[in-house]
C-alpha cells in the first residue's frame, strides 16, 4: 500500500475505533457506510440484508470514480445504483483492496 494511502486510512481506523471502540476490518466500515446510506439505524438484519447493506457501501464509496451511479430507493427505503463501469480485470487482490480502501478515505474526505 502506498505510503500515502497507508497514513490516510490510519486516520479511517483511528475514527472508527473511536466511535466505536475496536478496530474494524474494511467489510465492517462498508456496512456502516451502507447503514448510513441506507438512512437506517443498526437492527437485526439478517444475513441476505447484510450482504446487500455492505453492497449498497461498495456502491456509495465507488460512485465517486464512476464506477456506480445511484438511480433512486424503492419503496422500502433503500437505495438501488447502476453499474456504469466494470471494475477493470487486472484490479485484483492487493490492488482492488487498495482501490476500496482510497475510495473509503474519500468517502470520509480524509
Avoid at 7 to 36: A, C, N, P, S, Y
Amino acid at each position: 500500500m502506498e505510503t500515502e494511502l497507508a497514513k490516510k486510512w490510519l486516520e479511517v481506523e483511528k475514527m472508527v475505533f473511536r466511535r466505536f471502540g475496536e478496530k474494524l476490518d474494511e467489510q465492517t466500515i462498508l456496512f456502516i457506510i451502507g447503514l448510513q446510506e441506507l438512512g437506517k439505524e443498526e437492527a437485526d438484519y439478517k444475513k441476505e440484508e447484510k450482504v446487500d447493506i455492505i453492497h449498497i457501501g461498495v456502491c456509495s464509496v465507488l460512485s465517486k470514480y464512476g464506477y456506480y451511479q445511484l438511480i433512486g430507493k424503492d419503496d422500502d427505503g433503500w437505495p438501488h445504483f447502476k453499474s456504469i463501469k466494470k471494475l477493470p480485470n487486472e484490479i485484483q487482490g492487493e490492488l482492488q483492496e487498495n482501490l476500496i480502501k482510497q475510495a473509503i478515505v474519500d468517502y470520509f474526505n480524509l
